[in-house]
């Protein structure tokens, strides 16, 4: 149930228009008839390559940050003593809650000088607050003990941070970049809202416009060479383009499974 539509998507993006029409195995365990043009096409635009790399930056660059904004804000705020506690934690807590909506960020994003900037999908979604407020019940379940024996060694607050807490936290911090991670991947709208370059774009904007593209010039015979039974269909197109942003995301999951299931229990226990 979790596989096959995946594998699906891929033997349909292979197919043709002759090979569907053609067929009438609903199950399609392979590709009925047999083309690489649906990727060919895709991958002719030199702007979709352009999109994988501000996909890959805003992901890559944006996690980092995040990750680090979330740790700086929660730490402190794990901790007692820290003055103003509970009314800073409220602050989070009602942007929780209740944001500005659409028209007043844009106006902020305008305002700042961040608009058709690639910048503004890093810094927009950077400060999360429910991770915040995982990461702070995390912080608040390290035993003192290991703060207090850096004290006694000399070592200020923020060597006890980077020396101490960050390392006993990794599979925390770990855990909440995999969904940063992954959210960015995935994230596509405020690509559309706040870029108008094309050379900025995401790259799912990207082939959500050449799949309206390239099926209307498939629909016209732009592409026909060799006959409408050996090209990819319109539905081909769209698979092709689902496929080719979530292999990706399929080769890393493997290696941060694990980060998921341990975030079901993030912040859930404490000392």
């Given at each position: 149930?979790?596989?096959?539509?995946?594998?699906?998507?891929?033997?349909?993006?292979?197919?043709?228009?002759?090979?569907?029409?053609?067929?009438?195995?609903?199950?399609?365990?392979?590709?009925a008839?047999?083309?690489?043009?649906?990727?060919?096409?895709?991958?002719?635009?030199?702007?979709?390559?352009?999109?994988?790399?501000?996909?890959?930056?805003?992901t890559?660059?944006?996690s980092?940050?995040?990750?680090?904004?979330?740790?700086?804000?929660?730490?402190?705020?794990?901790?007692?003593?820290?003055?103003?506690?509970?009314?800073?934690?409220?602050?989070?807590?009602?942007?929780?809650?209740?944001?500005?909506?659409?028209?007043?960020?844009?106006?902020?994003?305008?305002?700042v000088?961040?608009?058709?900037?690639?910048?503004v999908?890093?810094?927009?979604?950077?400060?999360?607050?429910?991770?915040?407020?995982?990461?702070?019940?995390?912080?608040?379940?390290?035993p003192?003990?290991l703060?207090?024996?850096?004290?006694?060694?000399?070592a200020?607050?923020?060597r006890?941070?980077?020396?101490?807490?960050?390392?006993?936290?990794?599979p925390?911090?770990?855990?909440?970049?995999?969904?940063?991670?992954?959210?960015?991947?995935?994230?596509?709208?405020?690509?559309?809202?706040?870029?108008?370059?094309?050379?900025?774009?995401?790259?799912?904007?990207?082939?959500r416009?050449?799949v309206?593209e390239?099926?209307?010039?498939?629909?016209?015979?732009?592409?026909?060479?060799?006959?409408?039974?050996?090209?990819?269909?319109?539905?081909?197109?769209?698979?092709?383009?689902?496929m080719?942003?979530?292999?990706?995301?399929l080769?890393?999951?493997?290696?941060?499974?694990?980060?998921?299931?341990?975030?079901?229990?993030?912040?859930a226990?404490?000392e």
């Open positions: 149930t979790v596989i096959y539509p995946l594998y699906y998507l891929l033997m349909y993006s292979l197919s043709t228009y002759g090979g569907i029409a053609g067929s009438k195995d609903p199950i399609m365990l392979l590709p008839g047999f083309t690489w043009k649906a990727y060919e096409m895709l991958f002719s635009q030199h702007y979709i390559h352009t999109g994988f790399m501000v996909t890959i930056f805003r890559v660059v944006g980092a940050l995040s990750v680090a904004v979330t740790a700086l804000a929660a730490f402190p705020l794990s901790k007692k003593a820290l003055p103003g506690r509970k009314l800073i934690t409220w602050f989070f807590l009602v942007n929780l809650f209740f944001v500005g909506g659409l028209i007043p960020t844009y106006l902020t994003v305008k305002a000088g961040l608009l058709d900037n690639i910048w999908l890093v810094l927009l979604p950077l400060c999360n607050t429910y991770y915040i407020l995982l990461l702070r019940s995390f912080f608040m379940g390290i003192e003990s703060e207090e024996a850096a004290r006694i060694d000399g200020g607050e923020l006890t941070f980077y020396s101490i807490i960050l390392p006993v936290a990794l925390s911090l770990l855990t909440i970049g995999t969904w940063v991670f992954f959210t960015h991947w995935n994230t596509w709208f405020d690509s559309l809202i706040y870029i108008q370059t094309t050379s900025k774009q995401v790259v799912q904007i990207h082939i416009k050449l309206i390239q099926s209307n010039m498939l629909m016209s015979g732009s592409y026909i060479v060799g006959g409408k039974a050996n090209q990819p269909t319109e539905e081909s197109m769209r698979a092709a383009g689902i080719i942003t979530v292999i990706p995301v080769i890393v999951y493997p290696f941060v499974k694990d980060f998921f299931s341990k975030g079901m229990v993030l912040g226990v404490k």
